[in-house]
T-cell receptor, first 111, second 111 residues
Framework: SQKIEQNSEALNIQEGKTATLTCNYT??????LQWYRQDPGRGPVFLLL?????KEKRKERLKVTFDTTLKQSLFHITASQPADSATYLC??????????FGAGTTVTVRA | EAQVTQNPRYLITVTGKKLTVTCSQN?????MSWYRQDPGLGLRQIYY???????DKGDVPEGYKVSRKEKRNFPLILESPSPNQTSLYFC??????????FGSGTRLTVV
């Protein structure tokens, strides 16, 4: 069965630094991959989608890469701020009707 | 404002007492889905609906029912709730850009 792994449960970084999160998947070849942000007790919020034929995508201070050979996506938060503290979820949309999530990485940005 | 609205936000009930969690979206999305989120297990899909009158099981459908009589509404029904259904529930809809919009969540406690 497919598996989605986010390599760190928690990441603590200093304000202004770049946070890099990793998402690896197995047994699947997705057409695209998504990243979400979730604050405690709240619903996930869609951030970025990257397609298999896109190497990199950016949105403001966020950057996502997608390597279908390595079956890996990297998610970067540049110039991090305390307001970026949250859990970030990697997700694959399987067969267009099921979004499967990784366990998430909780990022804490220290002022 | 484009949104998915769930009600109630919090619910405490007793074992066996039927309940319904409502979900409504104002984006004219065809696809809607329900998830539950539990510590250590992440987000798991319960049911999804591709369109009106079209519903199907997700990964953890046991003990739940859904209906989709109108495009905007997708209620989750627990006919006989049990303590193992204590969880945080999220409704979501998906538009043409493939990003999912999640509701704010319903925290259900079954005693």
């Amino acid at each position: 069965s497919q598996k989605i792994e986010q390599n760190s449960e928690a990441l603590n970084i200093q304000e202004g630094k770049t946070a890099t999160l990793t998402c690896n998947y197995t047994n699947y070849s997705p057409a695209y991959l998504q990243w979400y942000r979730q604050d405690p007790g709240r619903g996930p919020v869609f951030l970025l989608l990257i397609r298999e034929n896109e190497k990199e995508k950016r949105k403001e201070r966020l950057k996502v890469t997608f390597d279908t050979t390595l079956k890996q996506s990297l998610f970067h938060i540049t110039a991090s701020q305390p307001a970026d503290s949250a859990t970030y979820l990697c997700a694959l949309d399987l067969n267009d009707y099921k979004l499967s999530f990784g366990a998430g990485t909780t990022v804490t940005v220290r002022a | 404002e484009a949104q998915v609205t769930q009600n109630p936000r919090y619910l405490i009930t007793v074992t066996g007492k039927k309940l319904t969690v409502t979900c409504s979206q104002n984006m004219n999305h065809e696809y809607m889905s329900w998830y539950r989120q539990d510590p250590g297990l992440g987000l798991r899909q319960i049911y999804y609906s591709m369109n009106v009158e079209v519903t199907d099981k997700g990964d953890v459908p046991e003990g739940y029912k859904v209906s989709r009589k109108e495009k905007r509404n997708f209620p989750l029904i627990l006919e006989s709730p049990s303590p193992n259904q204590t969880s945080l529930y999220f409704c979501a809809s998906k538009g043409a850009n493939y990003g999912y919009t999640f509701g704010s969540g319903t925290r259900l406690t079954v005693v």
